[in-house]
């Protein structure tokens, strides 16, 4: 379990806001892993190997392994197992429902003794409202990664629809902050929305964003950076696919490793200017 604290202690440790997703699609890993036995989990073994002196957080989305069914779930529990105890591990489950089925996606994802496996933080989905979250947060020191304005280009269906209070999503935002503190409560912020992180951090000052959408998306580090980093960075920035398959042969760890190095540099010189580290 990572708190607050300790999260921004290994931000400062490791000069790095980066979070490695763990997006194992079995089709696109090398071919020679196709001879161990768990392909799936031997690449996350070897990618997480690879990265975790530059990285703070992991995040396995849980769509690449239950669409493997039995065999991968598998391979998430043996990998939730082999992650760093210093990193955040998050899992980007996206769930939302009403309580009483919420309540079996936190069992899922957070009970140990249930399932093999208690992630640090899940993301949730907010459509269904507060019954949906308080599940995840009925588990003491453990994070809701709420989604507000996502990486996609359909965000604007629905995110940017005006309410009294707002955009959709700056009410997703004051609500949820009203469920738990910062010290439990994140959002989902797409990297890909670079211009809008001024204003929410106008409403969200203090809570960690998770920002998706670096690299394969094609958002830009130092914009989110510029508008959304605070004096304890309070940034968690993703990249999945640039990473994990940086290169499809014999040295897809080293390639993996040398891309997450050139993305922890450009962290490093972000933290510096803002005077974090
Ligand atoms: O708004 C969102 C929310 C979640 N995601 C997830 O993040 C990663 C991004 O992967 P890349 O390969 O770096 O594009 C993936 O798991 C998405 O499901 C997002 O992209 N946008």
């Known amino acids: 379990m990572i708190s607050r604290p300790q999260l921004i202690s290994q931000i400062k440790q490791k000069k790095s806001f980066l979070c490695v997703g763990l997006d194992t699609d079995i089709e696109k890993i090398p071919s020679f892993l196709k ?3 768990d392909p799936v989990f031997e690449f996350n073994k070897r990618i997480i190997d690879a990265t975790k002196d530059l990285c703070v957080s ?20 043996d990998t939730w197992k082999y992650l760093p105890v210093d990193c955040l591990n998050i899992i980007d489950a996206k769930r939302g429902d ?25 993301t949730v989905s907010p459509y269904m409202g507060n019954d949906t979250v308080k599940s995840y947060l009925a588990y003491p020191g453990k994070w809701v990664i709420l989604l507000a304005l996502t990486s996609s280009a359909g965000s604007k269906d629905f995110q940017y629809l005006t309410t009294e209070h707002g955009f959709l999503y700056e ?8 469920w738990a503190g910062d010290d439990r409560m994140m959002f989902v ?25 670096v690299g394969a998306q094609g958002g830009n580090l130092a914009d989110v950076c510029q508008y959304g980093m605070t004096k304890d960075c309070g940034l968690i920035v993703n990249a999945s696919r640039s990473i994990i398959y940086a290169s499809n042969g014999e ?22 200017k803002a005077g974090v580290i």
Do not use: C, H
């Open 35 to 37: 001879e161990y036995p």
């Open 58 to 77: 992991y995040k396995p989305n849980s769509a690449f392994y239950e669409s493997r069914g039995l065999k991968g779930w598998q391979s998430l529990i």
């Open 98 to 122: 009403i309580g009483n089925t919420s309540d079996m996606y936190a069992k899922a994802f957070l009970d140990e003794s249930a399932t093999g496996m208690s992630f640090d933080a899940i």
């Open 171 to 178: 009410t997703v935002i004051q609500k949820a902050n009203t």
């Open 189 to 213: 912020v797409g990297a890909t929305k670079s211009t809008e992180f001024a204003n929410i951090r106008k409403i969200a000052p203090n809570n960690f964003l998770l920002v998706p959408g």
């Open 251 to 272: 040295d897809f760890a080293e390639a993996a490793r040398a891309e997450a190095l050139k993305i922890q540099q450009e962290m490093q010189m972000e933290l510096e």
